[in-house]
T-cell receptor, first 110, second 117 residues
Framework: DAKTTQPPSMDCAEGRAANLPCNHS???????VYWYRQIHSQGPQYIIH???NNETNEMASLIITEDRKSSTLILPHATLRDTAVYYC???????????FGTGTRLTIIP | DAGITQSPRHKVTETGTPVTLRCHQT?????MYWYRQDPGHGLRLIHY???????DKGEVSDGYSVSRSKTEDFLLTLESATSSQTSVYFC????????????????FGPGTRLTVL
């Protein structure tokens, strides 16, 4: 599975959109981009995934660049409860193992 | 929470003692996982199981063994605990075979905080 690079930390004002970048320049054609988040002391929680098209669900939007070498997770109206560590993971669809990096620690500022 | 429980939730033990952590699920999912999480690290996979009596190693399996004698339970054993195994341990299941499920979407238990003195 391709490696990912994320900034170690970010701040965002409450109510604003939080944009979390992820670089995955070695991604191959059959690899998906997944995002999970981990709120303090809890287990990680799935957010969203995509292959090459932009995706949106009730939690977030995922924007993948045309060359698929990077992506951005967007939380449209961040709340204090969105403070967490966000993990970007790239893996093959049939791979049943997730590999977590160190993620981005997002802090929402009141 | 996908019906996942872990026991115990907290444990303090001494170096050299055996420790068994239990993960229990109520939804009969095939895939189950054990991860550990340490400060400055993301979650690291210890072992996983793809069915009863079918298990495989993850990236940090040394010092750990697992057993899955029935679908609902996945046990993680530290045969002789060491201080380096002080960590938070998370169990997870993966929903597959359900058309409404997201492939590779794992659901995590509440975690077990283990301290080895």
């Amino acid at each position: 599975d391709a490696k990912t690079t994320q900034p170690p930390s970010m701040d965002c004002a409450e109510g604003r959109a939080a944009n979390l970048p992820c670089n995955h320049s070695t991604i191959s054609g059959n690899e998906y981009v997944y995002w999970y988040r981990q709120i303090h002391s809890q287990g990680p929680q799935y957010i969203i995934h995509g292959l090459k098209n932009n995706e949106t669900n009730e939690m977030a939007s995922l924007i993948i660049t045309e060359d698929r070498k990077s992506s951005t997770l967007i939380l449209p109206h961040a709340t204090l409860r969105d403070t967490a560590v966000y993990y970007c993971i790239v893996l093959n669809f049939g791979n049943e193992k997730l590999t977590f990096g160190t993620g981005t620690r997002l802090t929402i500022i009141p | 929470d996908a019906g996942i429980t872990q026991s115990p939730r907290h444990k303090v033990t001494e170096t050299g003692t055996p420790v068994t952590l239990r993960c229990h699920q109520t939804e009969n999912h095939r895939y189950m996982y054990w991860y550990r999480q340490d400060p400055g690290h993301g979650l690291r996979l210890i072992h996983y199981s793809y069915g009863v009596k079918d298990t495989d190693k993850g990236e940090v399996s040394d010092g750990y063994s697992v057993s899955r004698s029935k679908t609902e339970d996945f046990l993680l054993t530290l045969e002789s605990a060491t201080s380096s195994q002080t960590s938070v341990y998370f169990c997870a299941i993966q929903r597959t075979g359900d058309v409404s499920s997201t492939p590779n979407e794992q659901f995590f238990g509440p975690g077990t905080r283990l301290t080895v003195l």
